[in-house]
């Protein structure tokens, strides 16, 4: 049985006026690392305030170890691990203090499960007499991670835990998780990152509150309805606005030192596109068939 | 490049009792440049953006902003810059043009000029609807779309932008580029974080922070170069991965 599940689950906001989870039914298998991909405001944090039962659904059902959210909630929460997108450990408790202080809550002691959190608290345990309010972002996050793991959860909800981290530590954070994996523990992780979708092994894509596809990532980028090429030239701002000018262009978006574009009915256009080019005085234009990103598929999805 | 530089620092540092947050950074930024400023969390980004805003008195070194002096010409500096970032720009509970007549009349703006300019803008941006409605109703992506609009509204030499597309849906974060070409086509220079690697790509020039001190300062081509790197996300890897203070 999955360890998450959800069914037809509504949530709204302001009476009604603010649809933040329309119908959205997924299920989490027991030890999966599952992602939850989307930006802000397109229901991740609501989602995961229902699963750890601070929140309750307007209709649908979830359950959480086959307990029922709302009729369980006192079971779920000692079974979960829950890391909110804002810092919420004690800022005057030492990073110490804040540990065994979550440890006392739940019952069980630092020593009990110190294997479990080992490889991050050495990380942080240079630090130990400091007060949670003076770490630096990464310290914090890595306190709050130990935290939701120091009572051995069966299932942790990680809420855009690298939000505002930089590109180091956020892989050695998404190190830290697979180490966890091997661990048994189901993961369910939210994140805008889209780059840390291919992370995980499968993936939701949210958007104003609605699932848009839920597969492996892999499955994700092979069901892109359309071939995608990568075209780079020395005038990028140019190019992409002359690109978009050719009338069989159907999409065309930066990504970095490249513009991604398709083209209508599934043509294959890249030769006429050269041309066109041509005549707007790009001479220097290099294009290639190109594997899409999951952010590709998600611009995609979202049209 | 003949263009006016419109920020300079030579040496410029912040200590903080014995941690010394900025250590000696040098460098040149000329009008109408989009200048990525990067760095690991921890790095120092911050601590320099306040100094450069002229929020926070230097330990030591020099540096101009806009012509003006960082420690004698703060008031001057906040007068010819505009800042924003993701986490505050608006007032939730005023209207859009509430929100711009604000922040044009905390920048000194003429009334007239306010009025007819904030009708331009709205229509600009496609919000002529929703003019009147409160920025807490708008969508976050046309809430930072609007903030960046706000935030060089009174025509600024310099706006500083610090993770302005942070959680934007992929879409919007490409119209919001968009908006900062136009800025940087328009004369005013761009000075702006990210934590996204491919915006880095979109810069002019790039400056990389380490342990409080630029440890690379190029172009996204010429940096890929200098560290072998297919992208900029390794060249990020490569400088940020020693860091000391990167915990």
């Given amino acids: 049985m999955a360890d998450v599940i959800l069914k037809n689950i509504i949530k709204t906001y302001n009476k009604g006026e603010t649809h933040a989870v329309n119908d959205v039914s997924f299920?989490?298998?027991?030890?999966?690392?599952?992602?939850?991909?989307?930006?802000?405001?397109?229901?991740?944090?609501?989602?995961?305030?229902i699963l750890?039962?601070?929140?309750?659904?307007?209709?649908?059902?979830?359950?959480?170890?086959?307990?029922?959210?709302?009729?369980?909630?006192?079971?779920?929460?000692?079974?979960?691990?829950?890391?909110?997108?804002?810092?919420?450990?004690?800022?005057?408790?030492?990073?110490?203090?804040?540990?065994?202080?979550?440890?006392?809550?739940f019952n069980t002691t630092i020593e009990e499960n110190y294997d479990l959190i080992k490889d991050i608290y050495v990380q942080i345990e240079p630090f130990k007499t400091r007060r949670a309010g003076k770490l630096s972002g990464g310290m914090k996050q890595k306190l709050a991670l130990c935290c939701a793991?120091?009572?051995?959860?069966?299932?942790?909800f990680l809420d855009e835990p690298t939000?505002?981290?930089?590109?180091?530590?956020?892989?050695?954070?998404?190190?830290?998780?697979?180490?966890?994996?091997?661990?048994?523990?189901?993961?369910?992780?939210?994140?805008?990152?889209?780059?840390?979708?291919?992370?995980?092994?499968?993936?939701?894509?949210?958007?104003?509150?609605?699932?848009?596809?839920?597969?492996?990532?892999?499955?994700?980028?092979?069901?892109?309805?359309?071939?995608?090429?990568?075209?780079?030239?020395?005038?990028?701002?140019?190019?992409?606005?002359?690109?978009?000018?050719?009338?069989?262009?159907?999409?065309?978006?930066?990504?970095?030192?490249?513009?991604?574009?398709?083209?209508?009915?599934?043509?294959?256009?890249?030769?006429?596109?050269?041309?066109?080019?041509?005549?707007?005085?790009?001479y220097d234009v290099e294009t290639k068939e190109i594997t899409p990103t999951i952010e590709d598929c998600f611009i995609d999805l979202m049209k | 490049m003949e263009t006016a530089t419109v920020i300079s620092t030579e040496k410029l540092t912040k200590r903080f009792g014995d941690f010394t947050a900025v250590n000696?950074?040098?460098?040149?930024?000329?009008?109408?440049?989009?200048?990525?400023?990067?760095?690991?969390?921890?790095?120092?980004?911050?601590?320099?953006?306040?100094?450069?805003?002229?929020?926070?008195?230097?330990?030591?070194?020099?540096?101009t902003i806009a012509g003006f002096d960082v420690y004698r010409q703060t008031e001057k500096i906040k007068k010819n810059i505009g800042y924003m970032s993701q986490k505050f720009s608006l007032y939730e509970d005023l209207t859009i043009l509430e929100n711009i007549r604000f922040y044009g009349g905390i920048y000194g703006m003429n009334r007239k000029i306010i009025?007819?300019?904030?009708?331009?803008?709205?229509?600009?941006?496609?919000?002529?609807?929703?003019?009147?409605?409160?920025?807490?109703?708008?969508?976050?992506?046309?809430?930072?779309?609007?903030?960046?609009?706000?935030?060089i509204f009174h025509e600024p030499k310099i706006v500083f932008l610090d993770e302005p597309t942070g959680g934007v849906d992929p879409v919007t974060r490409r119209q919001f580029w968009d908006l900062i070409y136009a800025a940087a086509e328009r004369g005013i220079t761009v000075f702006v974080t990210t934590h996204y690697m491919d915006e880095a790509e979109y810069c002019n020039r790039i400056s990389m922070m380490v342990d409080g001190t630029i440890k690379a300062?190029?172009?996204?081509?010429?940096?890929?170069?200098?560290?072998?790197?297919?992208?900029?996300?390794?060249?990020?890897?490569?400088?940020?991965?020693?860091?000391?203070?990167?915990?």
């Fill in chain 1, 52 to 105: 750890t039962t601070l929140l309750l659904a307007d209709s649908g059902t979830a359950t959480v170890n086959g307990f029922d959210v709302v009729k369980d909630y006192r079971t779920i929460r000692n079974q979960i691990g829950y890391m909110p997108g804002k810092f919420s450990l004690y800022q005057d408790l030492t990073v110490e203090e804040n540990l065994s202080f979550f440890a006392t809550v």
């Fill in chain 2, 24 to 63: 000696e950074i040098t460098f040149d930024v000329h009008q109408g440049e989009i200048f990525g400023f990067l760095g690991a969390n921890g790095a120092g980004k911050t601590t320099a953006m306040r100094m450069l805003c002229g929020l926070s008195n230097p330990s030591s070194g020099k540096a």
């Fill in chain 1, 163 to 282: 939000t505002g981290v930089d590109a180091v530590s956020r892989k050695e954070f998404w190190e830290m998780l697979k180490r966890l994996k091997a661990q048994e523990i189901t993961i369910l992780v939210s994140t805008p990152y889209m780059d840390e979708a291919m992370l995980c092994e499968r993936i939701a894509l949210i958007q104003n509150g609605s699932l848009m596809s839920i597969d492996t990532p892999e499955n994700i980028i092979s069901h892109f309805p359309q071939k995608l090429y990568s075209v780079r030239s020395g005038q990028m701002s140019r190019l992409l606005t002359d690109i978009r000018q050719f009338p069989e262009t159907a999409s065309c978006f930066s990504f970095g030192d490249a513009h991604h574009v398709t083209f209508s009915e599934n043509k294959n256009l890249p030769h006429e596109l050269m041309t066109f080019l041509k005549t707007k005085n790009h």
């Fill in chain 2, 115 to 151: 009025k007819t300019k904030s009708v331009e803008l709205v229509e600009q941006l496609g919000l002529k609807e929703e003019a009147s409605a409160l920025v807490r109703s708008l969508p976050l992506g046309w809430k930072q779309k609007l903030a960046f609009s706000v935030a």
């Fill in chain 1, 149 to 156: 793991l120091i009572h051995r959860p069966t299932v942790l």
């Fill in chain 1, 27 to 49: 299920a989490v298998e027991k030890g999966e690392l599952f992602g939850l991909i989307g930006p802000d405001g397109a229901g991740k944090t609501s989602i995961f305030r």
């Fill in chain 2, 217 to 247: 300062l190029d172009s996204p081509a010429n940096l890929k170069k200098q560290f072998g790197a297919n992208n900029m996300d390794e060249v990020f890897y490569q400088l940020a991965r020693g860091a000391k203070r990167n915990t």
